[in-house]
């Protein structure tokens, strides 16, 4: 016969099998083909991939995963991987996410097991949002950070009026207090908003409290050793 491939001739990797030769790259720990997908996949350079990034890449090398990585799903999956919260997901974290591909990739969208942390996201986005209209409004995200703080009370007066302010636009992308707040947009705010406006004041907050316990309890302990100290050899006593 003519001119063919040889019988050991490797098989190119197809555009649209990229996010898996990635994939299986990072689960084997060849991270230089993993990085080398990276920045294909980041057209605008900028180091990290976006949702529009991401999203592009599945409809372009996402062959395999197209079925299971839906635009919920990305969002979904950069809420979850997004360490430091920016709303992207740099080399590192896109290594991270990518090494669930293979697993992702055998099961269906509605087989897929959902992470507890998103799962428990949701709910809280469930509890607040307008039973009737199922909208998730600027006094809805009002109600949510005002029980907080009547728990934890993080912020007085025209601070939380702020807080509600500033933490609304970042869940909508938008300074309208019309905007809605997407189940997406919640996914990818409320973490972040826990994690660095909740949680971080909170553990900053008892630490001061210890320090100043640990100061006070060893003031007494000062007082008592000062005497002790100052009767040793030719100590004269106040006349």
């Not at 995200?141 to 025209?158: C, S, T, V, Y």
Request: aromatic share 8%; glycine share 6%.
């Amino acid at each position: 016969m003519g001119g063919g491939a040889s019988k050991g001739a490797k098989k190119p990797v197809q555009a649209s099998d990229k996010l898996k030769e990635a994939s299986d790259a990072a689960a084997a720990g060849k991270l230089a083909v993993a990085q080398k997908i990276f920045k294909e996949i980041d057209t605008n350079k900028n180091g990290k991939l976006s949702k529009e990034e991401i999203t592009e890449a599945v409809k372009k090398y996402g062959k395999d995963v197209k079925s299971v990585w839906t635009a919920t799903h990305i969002t979904e999956t950069i809420a979850f991987y997004d360490r430091d919260k920016d709303g992207e997901l740099d080399e590192q974290e896109f290594l991270e996410c990518i090494k669930e591909l293979n697993t992702r990739a055998a099961v269906t969208a509605e087989a897929a097991v959902e992470n507890p942390e998103i799962k428990k996201n949701k709910e809280v986005y469930e509890k607040y949002k307008d039973p009737a209209t199922g909208e998730f409004l600027f006094k809805h995200i009002a109600k949510l950070i005002r029980e907080i703080n009547d728990e934890e009370n993080l912020w007085e007066g025209d601070a939380f009026g702020a807080a509600v302010k500033a933490e609304h636009a970042k869940a909508t992308g938008s300074e309208d207090r019309k905007a809605p707040v997407t189940l997406e947009g919640f996914l990818s705010w409320y973490p972040g908003f826990m994690e660095l406006q909740v949680n971080a004041v909170i553990k900053q907050r008892d630490a001061e409290k210890l320090k100043r316990e640990q100061v006070n309890a060893a003031r007494p302990m000062q007082r008592t050793q000062c005497p002790m100290i100052a009767e040793g050899p030719g100590y004269l006593p106040p006349v």
